[in-house]
């Protein structure tokens, strides 16, 4: 029996990541952090700072995917609209959590105290738990599957890092990468071949250009590393048979 | 009235982002071309290599926007999917552009000739136009609304370029930015109120910690170059009433 795939999907909440001014790393960081749990990032959205289009996409992604994480979009301004956005795609009302002001009242103790807008980053979606937030005042949040991250990639780092291990996943995938100094196009048919004759393996191909030379990474996915070494082995023969030499870990 | 506002979606196509193994760097390349285009980038879906992800996606967002952008799949190889999935979504077949097999004819004559890998880059759905790329061999593809580019960063940026000027638009967004070393918390209100004053105004905030301290960038957005410098000079005011220094450019 194939073992249960897990999946997760990601949307990214931010006009300052469609604008082009902030380049994205959340996508890549939980993509990775994912991997290690065991959980497979399907899909990934990135939404402007409307409610409609948050609305849209975290409903879509939360019925079909185990878990759905968002990022961005919960500090104390008036353009931090996912925890209404969130309780609106739930039709939850928002409330006051009392656990995230008391640890918001106590990080502001010596700044000033709780303000209103200050106060905006203790309001979730009812029925929400926290996720602690070590590095700044504002929690992370979780209501049923959906995990809601701040947008600094920091600070969303510290949010996975205390979810590390509570979600329940299947089998890591495991990659192994070998590089060439080879067109793609030279060896396309030797790529496909390998992977159709081996179940539950994917291999792409990422080509390169360096040092005035084209080559290309292959990359060997699956979840059994035993078969993934087989498989490395496997494309590395037939590299080398073809009169290229395959560099194991990439060039 | 209102001018009207042109929008683009972007699908990026590749397991390598969703693996976490690639930073994207497709989404900021575009935004910020689109920019100068006067087209706002409104929407991204990052999707795997499978077909019926690439389908919808696509269907979805090249009907509620002006262009839809594709990056990612159209290589050589066997996980290079974009063209076909793109075909089954517009309900054409597939066939060997004349133009695009003589381009690679040209290109890998002094490489050993085109072969059946190689000439898969040539493969179109149906009625598409080619988009030049002067960096390697596989042409980028229009087709409709619908604007197929290369994964690799320089490729894509090339094909851009070739695009440049080309694609009707509006009025290109006009952004200023503010520095100022103070938690967005404790002004909070002022932006608000300040977008709220100013229509057509988008006011983003971006908090940052560096040197130990916190601080935040303050991005006015519209398409009026002198409303944006008028509202940037309102901001600066409050920010300085308060007792806080403004940065023009950002810190």
Redesign the interface.
Known sequence: MAPRIWTAALV?IG???????????N??????W??AQGI??????????QQA?IVEAVNVLRARNDYCFTTGGI?????DITVDAIAAALGVPVVVHAEARAALADY?AS??GL????L??ARVPDGADLIVNRM??APGIRWGNIFILAG?PHIAAGMLDALTGTLEGGLP?V?RTIGCWV????I??L??ET??AHDGV????????REGRVGANF?V?ATDAAQVDRVTAVLADGLEARGFEAVDGGI
Do not use: C, W
């Open positions: 990214v006009d300052e990541i469609l604008s082009g001014r902030t380049q994205d790393k996508i890549a960081q939980l993509a990775t994912l991997n497979r990032l399907a899909e990934v959205r990135v939404v402007p700072d289009a500090g104390p301004t008036h353009d502001y700044k000033g303000t209103e807008a200050r905006r980053m700044s005042g600094v995938v990659s067109a793609e196009s030279e396309a048919d790529l496909g992977e159709r994917s291999i792409g191909s990422y080509p390169f250009f990359v996915r």
